[in-house]
């Protein structure tokens, strides 16, 4: 399959998705470590798409979405919105992109991240950025 449009969006336009559109689906690909310690949007399901120590994209990552969104929706879960999110926007378009290939039809990239940039400092948290916005979060 192709891929097909994944949409770029920030923080705010996806929290906003998410209130609109309550079958929405938030997805942080970041690492267990990174779920865990530094913190994740309130709701998000985790599905890594890499772990340490190799860092490797997880083969299994599609499926383990599809298993994961199994029964969420009527009909296939290929149909429910799902919105990525890592660190800065990378790993996530990846997993959009991943997604995407393998028949999900409306897939968004938080292209900001849940840390956001780095400053001049070399700082996260300070310029963009699901936790610079102020939207809901926890650490467990």
């Not at 599609?62 to 790993?91: N, Q």
């Not at 900001?112 to 809901?136: A, M, T, V, Y």
Request: some cysteine; hydrophobic content about 35%.
């Amino acid at each position: 399959m192709s891929t097909v449009n994944i949409q770029d969006i920030s923080p705010n336009e996806a929290w906003e998705l998410l209130q609109k559109q309550p079958q929405a689906v938030l997805l942080d690909v970041r690492s267990t470590m990174e779920y865990e310690y530094v913190g994740h949007p309130v709701g998000a399901t985790h599905i890594p798409w890499k772990e340490p120590p190799d860092w490797e994209n997880d083969p299994q990552f599609v499926a383990k979405v599809k298993a994961a969104l199994s029964g969420r929706a009527e009909g296939e879960p290929e149909s429910l919105p799902v919105l990525t999110i890592c660190r800065s926007g990378k790993r996530s378009l990846a997993a959009a992109e991943a997604l995407s290939r393998q028949g999900f039809r409306e897939v968004y990239n938080i292209a900001e991240g849940f840390e956001g940039d780095l400053n001049e400092k070399g700082h996260r948290n300070s310029l963009s950025g699901w936790r610079f916005h102020n939207l809901p979060w926890e650490q467990t």
